[in-house]
């Protein structure tokens, strides 16, 4: 498997390259699809990954009145693999399945292991709905980690300045649910300036994790861009792979937590985790800071401007971004 582009910490498949068992499940016309059953499962054989304790599943899918469940189970120490693990049912109303176990702890969308592992299988389990009628098919998948990137960014070969065009969004623009949808939110500014314009609030709908009662799930963000036929994953970066992110004309959606005075200029504290889309960077006062759309400005002529880079990383939850092509 030949990884590039924006896949940093991201190994990525397509349904059309899967290897591993079919059950009830074949490929065909580009998309991992029922064979003839109301239940199919794919299993993959073992993918190998940096040594990690932090392991994600993104996927993009068209669900057509059926779902989709990606699992994962990961080799322990002693070589055996543990049980499944699931990134939660992405149907009629998603919901994530989080659960504490010995082997791991699965919350929402993140799954961290009580030890490191190189080695993984993921699983995905179709079903038509409960009507039997869904034909859900699956486009591709990625596994995301927290060990060694797939590629070194030099940044010192990056543009000195890269200023995208995002159409601003505010998420208090959304009445009654504006204050708790920065991530569909920035998910949406990044879906339109690749040329799809939906509404925040359309976005916000497709997004809610019905398990957790959330809209800030990272891979419903994700499937719902893939959804909407975008190519989309979750990864972790650092400053240089968004720097080259961005350089390759994708902005991004990155995860904060911050407290009062962390990001100066920041309309205020995200103590409790926040979205935001980054749309470029610059060197001021010959310090790097990003330029930004913060979508929990209130009047959308003042969610864009710009963070200290250093001060941003500084809360960067994960390093977790989305990236929508």
Known sequence: MTVNGLFYRTLPFEATHLEGSFEG?????GF???DGADRGVYTSNPIQVPECDTLLVSW????????????????KPDGSYSGFFSYGLWGTKPASKSRKADEGVMDEDT????????????????????????????VRFGVTHNGKPNFTVDGRVLPDEVLLHVKPRSQMAVPKIGNIICSPTSTAMCMDYKGLSLPTEDV????????????????????????????????????DAARHCLACGTPLAFSIRTEAGQI??????????????????????GRLHFAVNDPACS?????SRFYDAAELDSGWKLKAVYVIK
């Open 25 to 29: 499940v074949k490929v065909e016309g």
């Open 32 to 34: 991992l699809c029922l």
């Open 60 to 75: 993009n899918c068209y669900r057509f009145g059926g779902s989709v469940e990606m699992l994962l189970s990961y080799k």
């Open 111 to 138: 799954l961290t292991l009580p030890c490191k592992t190189d080695s993984v299988i993921v699983r995905a389990v179709l079903t038509s709905g409960e009507d039997g009628s869904g034909d859900p098919r699956l």
């Open 204 to 239: 916000a709908a497709q997004c809610f994790d019905y398990g957790a009662r959330i809209y800030g799930n990272w891979l419903f963000n994700v499937a719902c861009a893939g959804e909407n036929g975008f190519k989309a994953h979750f990864d972790i970066y650092d400053v």
């Open 264 to 285: 100066t200029n920041a309309p205020q504290a995200y103590t409790h985790g926040h979205l935001i889309c980054v749309t470029g960077y610059k060197v001021i006062d």
């Open 299 to 303: 009047d959308v002529n003042e969610v």
